[in-house]
């Protein structure tokens, strides 16, 4: 059974850096791709940032040039580093795994606190 599991969240400061793991366990099989998404108190779920089983990345444009996406193939596991956070960063951050097409496996979250 695969799991996936996010760690690193917390309480920073604005101008702050956080970075957060996803490690993704079980019978993965291939390189799949990952990514984030989070969700804000009263806000719909929004897209953070992904990377490809090939490496490619992707963010959205409010996280542009602030956060960066890597991943260690060898141990299943993706990075979110972030930068110059914001206080509208807060949110609980979400990691996925894509399994197949229209199949994401969802982490349980992580909260990132930004203090202004």
């Known amino acids: 059974q695969v799991q996936v599991v996010e760690s690193g969240g917390g309480l920073v400061q604005a101008g702050g850096s956080l970075r957060l793991s996803c490690a993704a366990s079980?019978?993965?099989?291939?390189?799949?791709?990952m990514g984030w998404y989070r969700q804000a108190p009263g806000k719909e779920r929004e897209f953070v940032a992904r990377?490809?089983?090939?490496?490619?990345?992707d963010y959205a444009d409010s996280v542009k040039g602030r956060f960066t996406i890597s991943r260690d193939s060898a141990k299943n596991t993706v990075y979110l580093q972030m930068n110059t956070l914001k206080p509208e960063d807060t949110a609980v951050y979400y990691c996925y795994v894509a399994l197949g097409v229209g199949s994401l496996l969802w982490g349980q979250g992580t909260q990132v606190t930004v203090s202004s």
């Open positions: 079980g019978s993965i099989g291939s390189i799949k791709p």
């Open positions: 990377i490809t089983s090939g490496g490619t990345t």
